[in-house]
């Protein structure tokens, strides 16, 4: 079983379309960030929430942290193809640099 | 500055062989965490070295093992392979400072036969 558990893990939308990412956890996270993995790379760091309650923009994705900071989600809006990609969320209970991943939801964007 | 690099990018091994992967973190960051990602279990937290010394470890076989230079740089081992090793091993690398942002490398795609 997931600590965290990512929502959905498929999402196959058209150009334009507008899409949620969910990230749910019953652990509380100290911080929760955001990456986007694509084929044969690593993943890159988007953004980190760390307040209960806070709300990120980034272009056309905005990341919030759920108030009792167990939860978190992704929303894009007007999604182009160049956001396709794997997206994870990883949250930190504190522990070091032990992040504790989501599965991912897997994105495509058709033109 | 440089990103963080790995050595190699791909490698095929067979069962029972063992395997030594590297990784060089970015400048100044002492930190250097092991994943590994595979498509039933995603990505999975191996351990963590900072400053020479293994800080985490997470719930892996003992044939995995880790070790950290003075320069920073890391390697991973894996002794015995299995075909269940078969993955892509991922290392990050962090200032440890901050709210522990992971800064990924390209991987090291490791095919068991």
């Known amino acids: 079983t997931q600590l965290l558990e990512q929502s959905p893990q498929f999402l196959s939308i058209q150009e334009g379309e507008n899409l949620t990412v969910y990230c749910n956890s019953s652990?509380?996270?100290?911080?929760l960030q955001w990456y986007r993995q694509e084929p044969g790379e690593g993943p890159v760091l988007l953004v980190t929430v760390v307040t209960g309650g806070e709300v990120k923009k980034l272009k056309r994705l905005t990341f919030q942290f759920g108030d009792a900071r167990k939860d978190s989600s992704l929303h894009i809006t007007a999604a182009q193809p160049g956001d396709t990609g794997l997206y994870l969320c990883a949250g930190d209970k504190n522990a070091g640099n032990m992040l504790t991943f989501g599965g991912g939801t897997r994105l495509m964007v058709k033109p | 500055k440089a990103g963080v690099t790995q050595t190699p990018r791909y490698l095929i091994k067979t069962r029972g062989q063992q395997v030594t992967l590297s990784c060089s973190p970015i400048s100044g960051h002492r930190s250097v965490s092991w994943y590994q990602q595979t498509p039933g279990q995603g990505l999975q937290f191996l351990f963590e070295y900072f400053s020479e010394t293994q800080r985490n470890k997470g719930n892996f076989p003992g044939r995995f093992s880790g070790r950290q230079f003075s320069n920073s740089r890391s390697e991973m081992n894996v002794s015995t392979l299995e075909l269940g090793d078969s993955a892509l091993y991922l290392c990050?690398?962090?200032?440890?400072?901050?709210?522990?942002?992971?800064?990924f490398g390209p991987g090291t795609r490791l095919t068991v036969l």
């Open positions: 652990s509380v996270f100290s911080s």
């Open positions: 990050a690398s962090s200032s440890r400072q901050g709210y522990n942002e992971q800064f």
